[in-house]
Structure formats: C-alpha cells, structure tokens
C-alpha cells in the first residue's frame, strides 16, 4: 500500500462526462443520470479494501444521509485493476456496498478512463461539482488519516465545500489534496 496524495484537478474544470456499470443493480449509471437537479454533485473515487477509504466510510454515509436532502448527489467510482486487486472486483462491491451503507451509486470503472479524466490518483479522492458541474472542490475529506493522524473522521473539508456550494458563497480557497493508497493500476 502506497501513500498517495490527490493531483488537484484544476477548479473549474468541467465534470467529466462517464457511463459506468453498477454491480448492485446491473444497470449502467451516467454523470447526468447522478447529477441532473442537483445543486451539488461529489463524486468520489473509492474501493472496497483501501484502509483510509474503510476509515472514513462511516463519515462518507453520515455526509450523504445528511446533505442529499439538501439537494447534493454522491456518487461511488472505484477503478482499481480487479484482476490485481480481487477484493475490489465488481461482483463484491454490492456487498461492500450494503455492508459499509451506501445509499448511493457504487460504479465499476473497468477500462480506468474514468479515473484518468478525473485525474484521480488516490482512494478516497473527493471532488464536488456546482450545479453547472464546474469544479469548486477537489481534495481530503478531512484531516483524518489511519495511522497517520488516527483522529476521528469528521469531513470538515467537505462539508465546508458542501455548505458554501448550498449557501451561494464561494468555496473556500484553502484545499488540501486527498491521501490514501494508489489507484490500482492495471499495467
């Protein structure tokens, strides 16, 4: 397991468009699809093994259960190389999935492409979209790390990009990149 920070996707950048499957249900799941209506859109590179994803999963949940009837949309991807890393396969994330709960899309993105436009580099990586799906946020959920800095997760970070998208103020500059192990790349 690597330490791997976040490359920080210029803000502004457009989201980038995907149209990945969802194990749990089998149907295939599209930005648009997340994000239509929505005053925010996260979406965040994910897995099922990483050990600073599995830290901060219960905060993940609480985020989603409290702002997504504020009219925020989260979205799951993980893009590890299944066949390196068969913990992160397709067919166990439904399971993983329930288990940790999530209530939102979990989406397998097999080729990869998805991580490289996003220029993901690490799990967890955060990234919150505007209602006109420009990046106004990249980087850590919190300062929270296992071993690292064994704190207990509260997603500061994120919520305070969250609130400011809800309460029409700008972003707050200061944005820290994410850490976490490596996205798994398939060679």
């Known amino acids: 397991m690597a330490y791997t920070e976040s490359n920080m996707l210029p803000l502004g950048t457009k989201a980038p468009a995907f ?3 969802e194990p749990a ?3 295939m799941v599209s930005l648009e699809d997340v994000a239509t209506g929505a005053r925010a859109t996260v979406v965040m590179f994910l897995c099922n093994h990483c ?3 599995l830290y901060v999963n219960p905060e993940i949940v ?3 259960e409290e702002y997504r009837p504020k009219g925020v949309a989260f979205v799951g991807i993980n893009s590890n190389d299944a066949q390196a890393y068969p913990e992160d396969a397709p067919e166990r ?3 993983h999935a329930r288990a940790v709960g999530y209530t939102f899309p979990y989406l397998f993105d097999e080729t990869q492409d998805v991580a490289r436009a996003y220029d993901a580099a690490c799990t967890p990586d ?3 979209f505007d209602a006109d799906l420009k990046l106004v946020y ?3 959920l919190d300062s929270s790390r296992p071993k690292r800095n064994p704190i207990p997760p509260t997603g500061e970070d994120l919520r305070a990009a969250l609130d400011a998208v809800l309460e029409g103020r700008p972003v707050p500059a200061e944005q820290r990149p994410s850490g976490g192990c490596n996205i798994k790349w398939r060679e």
Request: hydrophobic fraction near 35%.
């Open 126 to 128: 955060f990234y919150v």
């Open 25 to 27: 249900t089998g149907r």
């Open 62 to 64: 609480r985020i989603v």
């Open 93 to 95: 994330m439904p399971e």
């Open 138 to 140: 990249r980087g850590q």
């Open 51 to 53: 050990p600073y994803v």
């Open 19 to 21: 149209r990945l499957p």
